[in-house]
C-alpha cells in the first residue's frame, strides 16, 4: 500500500473513508474507519450563512468543535455566532461582509454577503481517503452574484490521526472583486472550550464596522490550549505573525490533542498571517496584510472578472502533541501536492 499523507502515524495503515449522503439533513457525513469524523453541513442561508464542517471529532471521537450556537455545551463561551466548526470566508469583499454574517449579530452599519451552497458535484469514498466537491455561490447583501466557489474536500486517516485538505477556487463574476486588508479572515475552527488557552480577564473584539463582542473571563479549570508556530513562537503572540504552520495543543479529558493547520506555497500571501486568538478562534489570514502586520505591509488582493485564485489547507487533527518535526514533514509533503 502506497504511504499517505498520514505517513506520521506510526506503521498504522490508512483506514478506510465513507462518504454519506444525507439530502434531507443538507449534509455529507464522513465516517473514517467506521467512526463519525465530521458532516459537510449546509443548511441553508436562514440558519448559517455558509456551509461549514461540523462538527468535528477526534479518532476516539472526542468533539473538538464548539458546540454553540447549533448544539450547546454547559460552560461554553457564547461569543460570535458565526464561528461555527470548520469555514472559509472573508470579512471584505467589494465592501460585504461575509465572515460576520449571522442574524444574531447582523446590523445596520454593515453590508453583509452570504456563501449559498449551490450543490454536490463530487461524492467518493475509498479505502484510503474520501473526496467531496461542492460548489457555492458568494452573494452580496442585494443577492448579486460576486464570486464563484468551487471547492474540493479531501479526508483521510491513519491510526489516531485525521487529515482534511481543503482546496477553493474563486472564480470573480463582477468586472472587479476587491478583497482589501482587513483581519477577520479566512480559513478557521472554532474549537472546544478546552482547547482554549487559559485568561483571567474579558475582552472586547471590533469588526471593521466598529461593532464591538464581548468575550467575558471565565473558569480556567480544565483550559488546556497552546498554539506553536513553525518559527517556535508559543501562546497568543502567534496572532499577527507569518508562519508555515500553526498547531494548537490541549487536552480534553485524558486525550492529548493536537489541531494544526498548514499553509501551502502556491497560495497569495505564503506564509500567511494567522489570525489565531486565545478564545478559541483559530483562523489563517493571507489576505489580512495591513491589518495583521500592524500596517507594515499591504496587499490588497483583487480579481478581474473571469480570474480565478486557488486557497488550499490542510488540517492535522491527532490524538497526541505533535512535534515540530512531524509538522514540518507533513508540510513539506503538503507542499509537494498541487
Known sequence: MALTAVAFAGSAFAQKVDLVRNDKDKKVEVKIDGKPFTAYYYPGEQKLKKAVLYPVMTAKGTVITRGWPLDPRAGERVDHPHHVGIWLN???????????????????????????????TSVKSGKDKGELTVTADWVDKDGTLTLKEVTK???SGKGDSRIIDRTTTLTAVLPEVNMP??????????????LELPSNKPEIFTDASGIAT???????????????????????????????????TGKIKDENISIAMIDHPKNVGYPAYWHARGYGLFAVNPLGMKALSDGKETLNFKLKKGESTTFRYRLVIASEHLKDATLNDLAAAYAKTE
Open 90 to 120: 472573508y470579512e471584505d469583499v467589494n465592501g460585504n461582509d461575509y465572515w460576520n454574517n449571522s442574524d444574531a449579530v447582523n446590523h445596520e452599519k454593515r453590508a453583509y454577503g452570504t456563501i449559498i451552497h449551490t450543490g454536490i
Open 181 to 194: 486588508d482587513v483581519k477577520d479572515g479566512m480559513y478557521a475552527i472554532r474549537v472546544a472550550r478546552e
Open 153 to 155: 474536500y479531501t479526508f
Open 214 to 248: 464581548k468575550v467575558p473571563a471565565l473558569n480556567n479549570e480544565g483550559i488546556t490550549g497552546n498554539y506553536r508556530n513553525s518559527n517556535g513562537i508559543e501562546g497568543e503572540t502567534v496572532w499577527g505573525k507569518r508562519a508555515i504552520w500553526c498547531n494548537l
